[in-house]
């Protein structure tokens, strides 16, 4: 986990300054460091601008694959998200700034630099890629941890079934709200970069960006029955699952989106939950056998949770 989180930035960052310092002898002194919508209109001395791309990689991607490497101790699904976010927003950092000093080198006027337009667009690409990486080296949950043995609570409720009966619930966690603000966020966001002149692939790349994460958080299919919980969204990704053998009560509960989850969509909350929070109101909370729990919004949460006590309890009966 830590090799990820704060490994993977600081190596970034390290590879970063060693490539930029290299050049120093073909770079103009001062470089361009800054761009506005008449070209560049920033400098900085070349010595000194060649350690900036590793300092803010570093000091970006540490600061928050720290914070998110604590928060997955009691969190155990923010694990691989740490390394993923911590990885990707110092490798799109680092490319920004070594992409920025490679279209300088053998000018003698840094003023002469090109539009930065492409190695933004360029730089995304680089972030997912280095942000994939890092959810791929970090540590996922470890198998049977979250497991329990435990008899499901007297007090939990239940749906009655007869022995031998299948039972399925299926329902839906999607949040307008959450549409409104991607939606809303992408035009302001379009507009933004056209009128400081930016270039076709940055606000291409973006408004890409934007409908991607609209499609995978807008809407999650969640169902209940043999093997679980199961909450995938309707993109196929992502996607979530909690096998009987971990559930140790379900319930419902009451969710207040922005002031216990910080907003909508994939969220922590405080002793241990996470989960897919696409609005405030009724909820299943499904307590796991390491202490943390999944949290989901959707209608008809406490025939889920009924069910699900049912079935973790049938299944606990079948191994004894």
């Known amino acids: 986990m830590a090799l990820a989180a704060i490994g993977g930035p600081v190596l970034l960052a390290g590879i970063s300054v060693l490539v930029a310092r290299s050049w120093l002898p073909q770079l103009p002194d001062p470089v361009a460091t800054h761009w506005g919508p008449r070209g560049v209109d920033g400098f900085t001395a070349a010595g000194p601008a060649t350690w900036?791309?590793?300092?803010?990689?570093?000091?970006?991607?540490?600061?928050?694959?720290?914070?998110l490497w604590v928060a997955s101790i009691k969190v155990p699904y923010l694990r691989r998200g740490a390394g993923g976010l911590a990885c990707g927003m110092a490798g799109f950092i680092a490319f920004i700034g070594?992409?920025?000093?490679?279209?300088?080198r053998g000018l003698t006027d840094a003023r002469l630099a090109p539009d930065i337009g492409w190695?933004?667009?360029?730089?995304?690409?680089?972030?997912?890629?280095?942000?994939?990486?890092?959810?791929?080296?970090?540590?996922?949950?470890?198998?049977?941890a979250a497991e329990t043995h435990a008899a499901v609570p007297a007090g939990a409720p239940r749906l009655p079934l007869?022995?031998?009966?299948?039972a399925v619930c299926v329902g839906w966690a999607a949040s307008?709200?959450?549409?409104?603000?991607?939606?809303?966020?992408?035009?302001?966001?379009?507009?933004?970069?056209?009128a400081v002149g930016a270039g076709v692939v940055p606000v291409l790349f973006l408004t890409v960006t934007l409908v991607a994460l609209l499609v995978t958080m807008g809407?999650?299919?969640v169902v209940v029955g043999a093997d679980g919980l199961s909450v995938r969204s309707?993109?196929?990704?992502?996607?979530?699952?909690?096998?009987?053998?971990?559930?140790?009560?379900?319930g419902v509960i009451e969710v207040r989106a922005?002031?216990?989850?910080?907003?909508?969509?994939?969220?922590?909350?405080?002793a241990g939950r996470f989960g897919v929070i696409m609005r405030s109101g009724e909820a299943l909370e499904v307590a796991r056998g390491d202490g943390s729990a999944f949290v989901v919004t959707v209608d008809g949460a406490g025939e889920a949770a009924a069910l699900l006590n049912t079935l973790a309890e049938r299944a606990r009966a079948s191994v004894g």
């Open 176 to 194: 307008r709200t959450l549409v409104l603000i991607v939606g809303g966020s992408t035009v302001a966001a379009v507009v933004l970069l056209l």
């Open 234 to 250: 309707v993109a196929g990704w992502p996607r979530f699952r909690v096998p009987l053998s971990e559930v140790a009560q379900a």
């Open 162 to 166: 007869a022995p031998g009966e299948a």
């Open 219 to 221: 809407a999650f299919r």
């Open 119 to 144: 190695v933004i667009g360029v730089g995304l690409l680089v972030g997912i890629g280095c942000g994939a990486l890092g959810a791929w080296l970090a540590p996922g949950q470890v198998p049977g």
């Open 98 to 104: 070594v992409g920025s000093l490679w279209m300088q």
């Open 52 to 67: 900036q791309a590793g300092a803010f990689s570093a000091g970006f991607g540490l600061l928050l694959g720290v914070l």
């Open 258 to 270: 922005l002031a216990e989850y910080g907003g909508w969509g994939l969220r922590a909350g405080r």
